[in-house]
């Protein structure tokens, strides 16, 4: 229950698109908090975007005007839209989910994480 499942990383050339799924499996009730993080070789974990149940959304100065997190409701999914991508947006990007679940009530859960290379 609350297992996360991302896919969508990949290998993007500069100021190209690419889209960030993450599903969370097993009888999910409801999603109150989703995020995006990405963490570079070297680097600490920075959070790139977040969105609340209400529809509350905050974007990382870095990415704002360009990224888009959003999410489905029926497929208990989150979506990181990545648009006119630069090589320092190369990273792993993770998910996360604060949510409850039927049989185990509140859980939060992060993803395996997914990599975005963009390089011509």
Do not use: H
Not at 19 to 36: N, P, T
Not at 61 to 90: A, H, W
């Amino acid at each position: 229950q609350g297992q996360l499942v991302e896919s969508g990383g990949g290998l993007v050339q500069p100021g190209g698109s690419l889209r960030l799924s993450c599903e969370a499996s097993g009888s999910i009730s409801s999603i109150d908090f989703m995020a995006w993080s990405r963490q570079s070789p070297g680097k600490e974990r920075e959070l790139v975007a977040s969105l609340t149940s209400s529809g509350t959304t905050y974007y990382a100065d870095f990415v704002r005007g360009r990224f888009t997190i959003f999410r489905d409701n029926g497929k208990n999914t989150v979506y990181l839209q990545m648009n006119s991508v630069t090589p320092e947006d190369t990273a792993v990007y993770y998910c996360y989910v604060d949510g409850r679940a039927t049989g185990i009530g509140r859980f939060t859960s992060w993803g395996p994480g997914t990599q975005v290379t963009v390089s011509s």
